[in-house]
């Protein structure tokens, strides 16, 4: 029997997909380990022939350099990642509860005017961060919380939330609300219903959506740029402050330093990708 054509370009669209996903960060890794002089006009595959580690070294030495009060090789390095942590992982944890809580009440409560609601929340992801910095400096300034670790999530929690909640909205909504009447008939309860029936149901979408909040809160530059503190910058801001404008030129030392940065974030989020399709595959009955 003949191949169908399209079979084999719908099998050769997601190779090309991956292709173009995974060209830049190997270009991106391969960059890090040229020297800054070769790098000029665009990255040739002959410069990789001689490679170097100076410009992770050069990273580590600027953002050392920024810290005035540090005594220690590593302290504002490690300030930076701590705060980051604290950050993304606050965020993480406030949105999904909030997004959580908003979307049990969107999809099961049933009341006019909910879908509406779930749509018109997305909007507040529509405007871009560097529009929502003087509300949030403004916003924060009155309640004390300037410059504070506290603030910066808040602000994150407010960028990241609206996106956390259309999606949650459309995961509960996809399942029955037979399941919910089925689950007070068996003696559930409100609470059994939603910790034994619902969530496990959208465990793939509790972990995408946390991926994605993590992602976008690692990665902010804009909002920690302005709302924090000398003590409370994270890793996007700090790096910033190491490499201004007039040293973006030495793009290789720039490339070590966006690796160094990404790199504990692409590990966590593989490894939560790795267990969410080895627990939904487990959970449909599916080999592993």
């Known amino acids: 029997m003949r191949r169908s054509p399209a079979l084999g370009i719908g099998r050769l669209l997601p190779a090309i997909a991956a292709v173009f996903a995974l060209l830049p960060i190997i ?33 580590f030495s600027a953002i050392v350099s920024v810290g005035r009060d ?9 300030r930076y ?16 509860a909030l997004a959580v809580a908003g979307a049990l009440v969107l999809t099961r409560s049933g009341f006019r005017g909910s879908d509406g609601l779930a749509q018109a929340s997305l909007w507040g992801y529509v405007l871009p961060p560097v529009v929502l910095v003087a509300p949030y400096a403004h916003l924060l300034a009155l309640v004390g919380l300037a410059g504070s670790l506290r603030g910066l999530v808040l602000a994150h929690v407010g960028f990241c939330l609206p996106l956390a909640l259309w999606l949650m909205t459309q995961y509960f909504a996809a399942i ?3 399941w919910d009447r089925l689950a007070d008939l068996d003696g559930f309860g409100c609470f059994g219903t939603i910790f034994r029936v619902l969530l496990p149901r959208t465990a793939a979408g509790l972990g995408a959506v946390a991926a994605f909040v993590a992602v976008l809160s690692w990665n902010d530059i804009v909002l920690a740029s302005i709302l924090a503190s000398e003590r409370t910058k994270t890793l996007g801001a700090g790096i910033q402050d190491a490499f201004p404008n007039e040293t973006l030129n030495s793009s290789s ?10 790199l504990p974030l692409i590990v966590c989020v593989v490894a939560a990708y790795a267990s969410l399709i080895r627990r939904t595959r487990r959970q449909w009955g599916l080999s592993l």
């Open 27 to 59: 270009t991106l890794i391969g960059a890090s380990f040229v020297r800054n002089d070769l790098t000029g006009g665009g990255l040739r595959l002959t410069a990789l022939r001689a490679p170097t580690t100076a410009n992770h070294g050069e990273f």
């Open 70 to 78: 540090s005594s220690t090789g590593l302290t504002v390095l490690l």
């Open 81 to 96: 990642f701590r705060n980051t942590v604290i950050v993304a992982a606050s965020t993480v944890t406030i949105s999904l």
């Open 176 to 178: 029955p609300l037979e």
């Open 253 to 262: 030392t720039v490339a070590a330093a966006t690796l160094w940065v990404s």
